[in-house]
């Protein structure tokens, strides 16, 4: 019987044939854990009488949502999660890599073909590895350590499939955010959003890891794009990584299959206070904004922030706008300072902060307050999410965000 | 007993805001349930009161604080016309009953509602409102309390480590 990569994976690592819908319980090749969930998944695993964890080698350990410590609670938390990595030989990355799921990926923590879980609804990311990954809570992420596997449903999968080419300034976070506001924010519940086409098989890998990112938008289980040259040249090098040619029959059975051609596709914003409600960008265009945050496990890669600099060329910030520039990980901080874009960015007006999370889930600084209004280039805008529940967050890909924050106003980014 | 109802696409960051996540406890969480969006949930909710909102409940994050700090103030059960897949899941885990009904929107605030879940249905103010049957699986979690006290009757068969 024909099936999908989704499938073909849950198939290859339970010994047997499955099919969508159906419950199984699966060995995981990785588990992710950060600040936040981790503190709770310790918790359950203890109380479901863990004393070691199934493999520390498989245990993947980071602060990045409260980093370094913001509050006496935090610290508390993660010195906790400290004495566990140390007890059960988990080697603990803390907070000096960045955001969780960039660093899962830049440091080869996932394979193609592997089922790994993050207790962070944005695990969805590692699809772009050729990988089935997808978020769970805490109690799931304790039987999981505990055990080494989980139940899942094996899920349906949506088709997206994409070809065209880009024009300049409008890229992989305009066509997922088109994307979603076709699919609508409940549109892959229980689903695979499986990415393909021309487009997608050309797409780098930064740009494969933004739209599998925001495959949760959609209540997607997962994103998936399909292994091929560009997945296996982004983990070349490293000995660890599994090179399995994995794709989805040609007959595989899809609940949907979308077709999208980003040839005139235009600067997307999603507007508050929900991911589908997204419009073309002259919809929206000089709408005042405080904040711009141009950073997130969905946009602070190294070509994000390039991406952002072609935009900024010689201009500067506008002094009514606070602009929060923070590079997803240690490794693209590390590129973007050797290319000289950080200094541009500082000396344009913008505050350069360490490898985090930042203001993206509104835990730690960086809130707006109430009436203000930010531009931002991670996931989601939902009511209250970034700070004030009286606040509005607009979301855009960094080539927006940047013309956003020379002009103070929503701006287009190729008038810019 | 009373029921609060809310509309669509109630995400986790409505639960439970994200500057809250380093509380772990359920009632000191629960304290901060909705806060900004319905303050006077945290004040006024009772030991009991059920929750009756739209589409895709508890969308977004996959912080387990959300069903923590429902169950923490006292909701026993929240009945939606469809959940976000990670809450739903997280309810189960956690003993916090969630429980589909394609005509939630038919409850009102003033409505008494009584669970019969095992014949498939609410009855709510004397009419019945059908609901959508539990996977099998999930059904032998939810009668355990729970993944932490069905996973203590787990079988190593049960698992798939070799």
Redesign the interface.
Known sequence: MAETITEKIFKARCGREVHAGEVVMAPINGAMIHDITGPLAIEKFYEMGGVRVFDPSKIIMLFDHQVPADSLNAAENQKNMRNFAKEQGIHNYDIREGVCHQVTLEKGRVSPGDIVIGSDSHTCMYGAAGAFATGVGSTDMGFALRYGCLYFRVPDSIRADVSGKFSPRVGAKDLILNIIKDITVDGATYKTVEFTGETISSLPMAGRMTCCNMAIEMGGKAGIVPPDRITHEFFSGMSNIRKEELSSDNDAVYSSWRSYDVTDLVPQVAVPHNVDQVVDIDKVTGTHVDQVFIGSCTNGRFEDLKEAAEVLGDCKFSDDVRVLVIPASKTEYLKALQAGIIERFVRAGALVEAPCCGPCMGGSFGLIASGEISFSTSNRNFRGRQGSTEGKVYLGSPATATATAIRGEISDPREV | MSVWRFSD?I?T??II???F????DPVELALHAFE??RDEFARDVKKGDIIVAG??FG???????A?LALSGAGIQMVVAE?F???FY??SI??GLLPVICPKASDISETDKVVPHLDEGYLEVSGKKLPTEPV?E?LRRIIDAG???NY??T?RSE????K
């Open positions: 696409n995400d960051d409505a805001p994200g500057r996540l380093t509380i772990n900004g969006t589409r895709n969308c977004g994050s996959s912080r387990e604080h069903p469809s976000a897949r990670i899941r997280n885990n956690v996977p699986f729970g993944l932490v996973a203590k787990i049960d698992l798939c480590i």
